[in-house]
Each structure stands twice: as C-alpha cells, then as structure tokens.
C-alpha cells in the first residue's frame, strides 16, 4: 500500500493539508476547512493503508470510492499540459532518405520525389479517453491516441514510446516561442474532431473485442439453455395433447384443457426469459475525454512531392529524431494507421483504401474526403 500512501499524501498536501507519516502504513493529517469538509474529516484525521491499522486510523483501500474521492480533489486540473521534449545531443538525419520513405509509404496508384529534408519540431498531440462497458459485466479502461499536427500523421505508437521521457520530471521545460512556431498551428476543433472520430471508435471496439466475445459466449450459452429447457417441457406437454386425442371423455377433456393452458404458459415464459436477457446483455459503451498532452518533438522533416496524373501535392513526412524512426504517412481521410495511400485523382487527397472504395451500391471508386455520399449514385457508407 505505499505507493496508494504517497499518491494521497501528495494529493492532499496540494490541497493544503499538513501530512506527517505515522506506523505502520499512515498518516496523520492536519486539514484546511475546504478539504475538510469535501472529505468529511475532522481538523485532525489519521488515515491508514495496511493490513494493520494504527490506532483510530480509517481504512483507506483501492477499493470503495477512495479513488473516485481522492480523484475529485483534482477537479479540471491535470486534464492538459503543454510540454517541449529536450533536443539531447544532435541526431544527423539518416542517410539514405529515399530508402526510409520508401519503407514508409506504400502509393500503389502514385509516385512520390523527395524535394528536401530539415531538422524541425512536431507539434504532437496525445489524447487518452476512458471506456467504459457494462452489459452483463463491466469493463472499463483507457484508450490513447496520438497525432502529429504538424503532418497529420497518427504517431499513437510513437508518442507511447515518448512516455518514458515525458514522465521524466527533469525532461520537461515549456516550449519555446521559436518551437512554437517551428511546430505550426494546432488543429482546429473541426479537423481535431473528424481525426479523433473514427480512430477512437476503432481502438475502443479493439479494446471491447474480447469482454464482447465472451459476453456473446455467455448470451449463446443462456439462450441456448432457456430454449433447451421450455423446448423440452413443450415437447412434453405436446406429447401428453397428442396422447388425450383420442379420447372424448370429460375427464380428458379438462385434462386437454390444463395441458393447453401449459403450453400457453410455457411459451409465455419462455418470451419472458428471452426478454429478460436481453436486458441482461444489452450494450451500453461510455467514452469520455481525460487527458491532453501536448508535446513539441525534435524532427527532421521530409518534403515529398506525390504525384497522380497531371497533378502534384507537397506532404511532409516527419523522421522522430529520439526514437530514430519515420512515422506513418498522413491520411486525409481513414484511420491512417496502416502504410498503404491511395491518391485520389480530383483533388490529390490521400485516404486508407477504404477511402477509395468503390461505391456499395453502382460499384464506381470514389474519394471519400471529396466526398460524403456516392457522386454517381448518391448512396452513403454504412456507418
Ligand atoms: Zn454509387
Ligand atoms: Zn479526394
């Protein structure tokens, strides 16, 4: 328990409180007013985190609300930071740099030149969201993102790999107002959004993917049981109609009529249970922002002229001078998360396949940064 120990000795001391360890497993607290009675303490409270208590100490535990109440000391602070990755001592670029694009893209309908190459700076942006799931069960946890606004590229991997450095208190300074500019404009709320979208959707449902197969085993084996079960008592409550068919007694008559009514009753049931599990396992998903992290990276910057037809387009390609690898190219429209781009031929966009597909309905390829339904045909994309 001492690493939950220093975590609430840290919170409440920037809450004002006066923190003064005690044995075994801790600690005497000397609270402000505010944090009082947000917390519902006295002046004077001893809190204790092990096995043993000492004595007129309050068991605090990962479980119960303690996270969540200790978690509400934060507020909105914490939700965004803004920071500049030192420089170190100077990378040369690689180099080979046509080698290394050509490992990056991969433009089967495209051809690509190298225009040039400068050491820069990426404006990056990591983003975590949690999920939360709850059907039958629950299942909660946290997704990450990351994007290179300066390129448009998706650098998720890349920045988690950073982690190790931004989390070193010593490796962090405020960036500088030449980086800033070096780095560019941050993305627009708009083009923020219509990145953030799907990719998000996507590594939630990655991350769902083995809570909702076992959830769908456990719906499969509960239906199957409640069907095997009122199939068999209708089968023989049919069989026992089928045996008083014969008969015209008045005797087998109300006999016929109790089992009639059976049957009715057993098919009632078994709509009901049916019903009753699919409230059971009805899905709902829950997904809200936490965090933002804004962090200026040393690059070296590729300029790379694509080339479709009659037309050209610059993009830029960013080599991550810490880590000592290329990222992905940009993606006008898609997950952006593999290394395949298709060129569209209107406007030059780059897209994931799926965003040259051809259409579901009349079958002709069109772009789907250009546009939101089927030029020809007018049918949209199932979401
Ligand atoms: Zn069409
Ligand atoms: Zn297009």
């Not at 070096?182 to 590594?203: I, N, Y």
């Not at 009715?264 to 078994?270: N, S, T, V």
């Not at 079958?363 to 789907?368: E, T």
Request: proline share 6%; with cysteine; hydrophobic share 40%.
């Amino acid at each position: 328990m001492g690493a939950l120990r220093d975590f609430v000795a840290e919170v409440i001391e920037l809450e004002g409180a006066a923190v003064e360890p005690v044995e075994p497993d801790g600690l005497d607290i000397l609270a402000p007013a505010p944090l009082r009675s947000r917390m519902g303490w006295a002046e004077l409270t001893r809190l204790g985190f092990g096995a043993t208590l000492a004595a007129g100490a309050v068991p605090v535990g990962l479980e119960g609300q303690w996270l969540d109440r200790f978690g509400a000391l934060f507020g909105e602070r914490g939700r965004w930071a803004e920071r500049q990755m030192p420089l170190g001592t100077p990378v040369p670029a690689p180099s080979d740099p046509e080698r290394l694009i050509d490992h990056a893209f991969d433009l089967p309908n495209a051809t690509w030149r190298l225009r040039g190459v400068s050491p820069g700076w990426a404006r990056c942006l990591l983003l975590s969201f949690r999920y939360t799931a709850v059907s039958d069960d629950k299942r909660e946890g946290l997704v990450w993102l990351g994007f290179n606004q300066s390129t448009g590229a998706v650098v998720t991997d890349l920045l988690l790999e950073l982690r190790p450095f931004v989390l070193a208190q010593d490796a962090w300074s405020a960036p500088d107002p030449t980086v800033h500019q070096m780095a560019g404009q941050r993305w627009d709320s708009a083009t923020l959004s219509a990145r953030v979208s799907p990719l998000l959707k996507h590594s939630v449902q990655r991350e769902l993917e083995p809570f909702l197969r076992a959830m769908r085993r456990r719906l499969e084996r509960d239906r199957a049981r409640i069907h095997d079960y009122h199939n068999d008592l209708r089968f023989h409550s049919l069989r026992r109609l089928a045996a008083l068919a014969g008969a015209a007694t008045e005797k087998a008559e109300a006999e016929r009529k109790r089992e009639t009514l059976r049957l009715a009753a057993i098919e009632r049931e078994y709509a009901a249970k049916i019903d009753d599990l699919r409230h059971n396992y009805a899905l709902r998903v829950t997904v809200n922002w936490v965090q933002g992290l804004e962090l200026f990276v040393p690059v070296q910057r590729y300029e790379v002229l694509i080339k479709r037809r009659k037309g050209e387009r610059v993009v830029w390609l960013d080599w991550h001078v810490l880590l000592r690898v290329a990222e992905m190219p940009m993606s006008d429209r898609g997950l952006g998360i593999e290394r395949t781009r298709l060129v569209c031929d209107d406007r030059l966009h780059l897209t994931d396949p799926a965003g040259q597909a051809p259409c579901r309905s009349c079958r002709r390829a069109w772009c789907r940064a250009c546009h939101a339904k089927c030029p020809r045909c007018g049918a949209r994309d199932p979401d």
